[in-house]
């Protein structure tokens, strides 16, 4: 009576390359259209829906493999989604060179998901940006626009290296 789930990421080093050669915003537009996106993405199947300076968006359609032991989705999934969104973000409002990462991560949880909420959007903003971080939003909505989940991330700006890590 197992279920199982396959899937496939591309070699992250290949979007790291190309982000030193994007600005953020062009960068995970870039991943929307064409580019591979990150392996988390892959693995929970998540993806970028729409992409502007200060503003990202994602999206999930929530499946069993997203379940926690007492039949919801996990609460990883929803802090997954939402530190994605406020990484990216900051990260669309990074110009060519540099990079981010979230130094912290409140997430609140509103409302449980099941498959029966279908598909929900994380929706990022930033709210300030200085020189060395900067703070973003993520909101978590269902498909009738309930709030599901709601967090905040401080964001350190660093610049893009060999090993650097995108958002």
């Not at 949880?109 to 909420?117: G, K, L, Q, S």
């Not at 929900?120 to 978590?140: K, M, N, P």
């Amino acid at each position: 009576m197992g279920r199982s789930r396959t899937y496939e990421w591309s070699d992250p080093t290949l979007s790291v390359s190309a982000a030193r050669n994007l600005t953020g915003l062009e960068f995970l537009r870039e991943i929307a259209s064409e580019m591979p996106s990150a392996p988390v993405s892959a693995a929970l199947g998540f993806a970028i829906e729409d992409a502007d300076y200060g503003r990202v968006v994602f999206s999930l359609v929530p499946g069993e493999e997203h379940y926690n032991a007492t039949g919801s989705v996990h609460g990883g999934v929803y802090a997954t989604l939402l530190d994605s969104a406020a990484g990216c973000a900051v990260l669309s409002t990074l110009q060519q060179g540099l990079a981010c990462t979230s130094l912290d991560l409140s997430v609140k949880f509103v409302r449980p998901i099941t498959v029966d909420t279908g598909k929900v959007r994380a929706v990022g903003t930033v709210l300030s940006s200085g020189r060395r971080t900067a703070l973003a939003q993520a909101e978590l909505y269902d498909q009738a626009d309930r709030l599901l989940a709601h967090a905040t991330s401080n964001c350190l700006l660093l610049p893009l290296t060999t090993s650097s890590q995108v958002a």
